[in-house]
């Protein structure tokens, strides 16, 4: 079943702000296996399948440091179509040489974590038939065990590193934020239902009983900061949504709790309370 179409809602493309954006292309298309849509001096649209955009890449024209300990990006998540393409990339790493963060199995989903130049987060994994998730009435149960790398390789057919498979997707993304409870309320505005949670730490959010399309932490600090729009990081993260009616039953709630909307062409923006900004579309 997937969850990264209609009639769900869900993340879609993540926006990032780069201090280079050549040195970023190269690790985006060497090392991670995307392929440019779109390009110019300033900007460059990513994509898997050569039509569409995943990431975006926007050059910072005055870039500060990277600030630390401040809400926005933790990670986005590129959601692979099999385990042998989790193998593939895993073997593809290790044969460049690039430093991997960690590996887990959250039951749900096998995964390794990554970082790019900027230190972006990034997490690329694979699902689980959901068929075999453990729900407990509304709550989904994932964990963080060490993930069986060798299994995971084991798997790998394809001897030849070909770049990201065109079914891969943006399976979710997860933020740094000031306030649980609120972060809730307003995402629960956007449509989306809590389905595991750790107390005073993190909430993970979705539609239609995925493992989480939003994840949300405070590990930054309670109360934290939203960083320099000058430095590298986050620009905006995508929400699609399956109709215009859906879409508008959205941006009337958040309007009715004083959220700020603006329009660009089509699409619409707004922040949620931690100043993470999100592009709401449709489909």
């Known amino acids: 079943m997937s969850f990264h179409q209609k009639p769900h809602t869900f993340v879609s493309q993540v926006a990032l702000r780069v201090n280079n954006i050549l040195k970023s292309l190269r690790f985006y298309e060497e090392v991670l296996g995307f392929q440019v849509l779109t390009k110019s001096s300033m900007k460059a649209v990513l994509t898997a399948d050569g039509k569409t955009p995943l990431v975006t890449l926007e050059q910072l024209s005055s870039p500060e440091p990277k600030q630390e300990r ?28 690039y430093p991997v963060q960690g590996a887990s199995d959250h039951l749900v989903s096998e995964a390794i974590y990554l970082a790019d130049p900027d230190g972006n987060g990034i997490e690329i994994y694979r699902d689980r038939s959901d068929a075999n998730w453990e729900w407990n009435d509304d709550e989904v149960k994932m964990a963080t065990l060490p993930l069986d790398a060798q299994a995971v390789l084991a798997e790998a057919t394809n001897e030849k590193w070909e770049g990201l498979p065109a079914h891969t997707v943006m399976g979710h993304i997860h933020l740094h934020v000031a306030d649980l409870e609120e972060t809730r309320a307003f995402y629960e505005k956007l449509g989306f239902d809590v389905v595991s949670s750790f107390p005073n730490q993190a909430l993970f959010m979705s539609t239609g009983r995925y493992h989480h399309h939003i994840g949300v932490n405070i590990w930054n600090g309670r109360g934290a900061n939203a960083p320099s729009e000058k430095s590298p990081g986050m620009k905006y993260f995508t929400i699609e949504f399956p109709d215009e009616e859906k879409r508008e039953v959205v941006v009337d709630r958040l309007k009715d709790i004083g959220a700020v909307i603006s329009k660009e062409d089509q699409a619409i923006f707004t922040k949620d309370p931690s100043q993470n900004q999100i592009k709401l579309v449709v489909q």
């Not at 990006?73 to 393409?85: K, Q, V």
């Open 70 to 97: 401040k809400t926005g990006l933790y990670h986005f998540a590129l959601l692979l179509p099999s385990r042998a393409a989790l193998g593939e990339i895993i073997r593809h790493l290790v044969k460049t040489g």
